[in-house]
């Protein structure tokens, strides 16, 4: 995997005076294309006074009003914009002109996790282990500022070029003191009491965390079924089997069954996840972690 050398300048911050600019597409170089979501195309960009590398998300006004989505967007501006930590995806800045809402976040040079994980089939118990932590540290730190994400998932994890984890994409993320009632998510993430539609706060977060654990060292989620309504019904039930098809330390075995747990009030917390022994003698403290080809 080849990083451009002109991108490693890219780890100087944008100073704040710049940050209350007022921006426009023209204070942008646009770059190559990088990938396609739903409401938009995504760039590399570099900003022309300071060279500085970022992500350019545009945005078609029109693709909103056809989804109804302003009020989305607007959240995910709000909340991504106030939240700084290094295992969030930054994004500095928005604008929007006639046709276009642009937003500037921190480039991820190293793309989707998932694709990483496909790619090379499961994670190493070293690499999970560090994703695992960098994901209770940023869930820990999102939850402090009541951000719930309710939708985390490879999808919606990057990596930036040194390997650390970002988590991006708060479309769905909402803004919480109180419980709430709406299903939404992708099936093989969801929490038992998103399936059965009970009220559900912080600790879904903690049960995603669970299933991605798992997924990150046998490579697939553990209720994963030919049929949606399967997928459900383990989850209510709480199915969960280690295939022997990979040999996993009894302590990350330990974790996962302490992040499935049904009663979202028993899961193991976030901070007691970063004390937990399989996150200490595995995650690398700096939280940069770059899994190769050929992982154990
Ligand atoms: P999205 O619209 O967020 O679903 O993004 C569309 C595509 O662009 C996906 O393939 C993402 O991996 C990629 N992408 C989005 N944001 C960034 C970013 N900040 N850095 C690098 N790639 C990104």
New binding site residues.
């Given amino acids: 995997y080849e990083i451009p050398t002109s991108l490693r300048s890219a780890s100087v911050p944008l100073s704040p005076p710049m940050e209350r600019r007022q921006w426009s597409l023209t204070d942008f170089d646009v770059g190559k294309f990088?990938?396609?979501?739903?409401?938009?195309?995504?760039y590399l960009g570099r900003e022309k006074q300071s060279g500085y590398v970022?992500?350019l998300?545009v945005i078609y006004k029109t693709k909103l009003e056809k989804y109804r989505f302003h009020g989305h967007l607007r959240r995910e501006i709000e909340i991504q914009h106030g939240l700084d930590h290094p295992n969030v995806?930054r994004l500095f800045a928005w604008f929007h002109d006639a046709d276009r809402v642009v937003l500037v976040?921190?480039?991820?040079?190293r793309?989707?996790l998932y694709?990483l994980l496909r790619s090379v089939g499961h994670f190493s118990e070293r690499t999970a282990a560090t994703y695992v932590a960098s994901l209770a540290g940023a869930l820990a730190y999102c939850h402090k500022k009541q951000v719930i994400h309710r939708d985390i998932k490879p999808?919606n994890l990057?990596l930036d070029i040194e390997g650390r984890l970002?988590i991006?994409?708060f479309g769905w993320a909402v803004r919480s003191n109180a419980k709430r009632h709406t299903l939404c998510g992708t099936i093989d993430y969801l929490a038992p009491e998103m399936v059965e539609k009970k009220a559900h706060d912080y600790a879904v977060d903690n049960w995603t965390l669970g299933i991605l654990c798992y997924e990150f060292l046998y490579g697939s989620p553990p209720f994963e079924a030919a049929e949606q309504q399967d997928t459900l019904m383990r989850i209510v039930k709480v199915d969960l089997l280690f295939p022997k098809t990979r040999d996993i330390s009894a302590d990350a075995k330990d974790l996962i069954c302490k992040l499935l747990v049904k009663d979202s009030s028993k899961r193991i917390s976030l901070d007691d996840i970063l004390k937990h022994a399989w996150i200490v003698k595995n995650a690398e403290p700096s939280g940069s972690c770059i899994e190769q080809k050929a992982s154990a």
């Fill in positions: 990088i990938g396609e979501g739903k409401f938009g195309k995504v970022v992500a998300k995806l976040l921190e480039y991820a040079a793309g989707e694709k999808e990057l970002k991006a994409d």
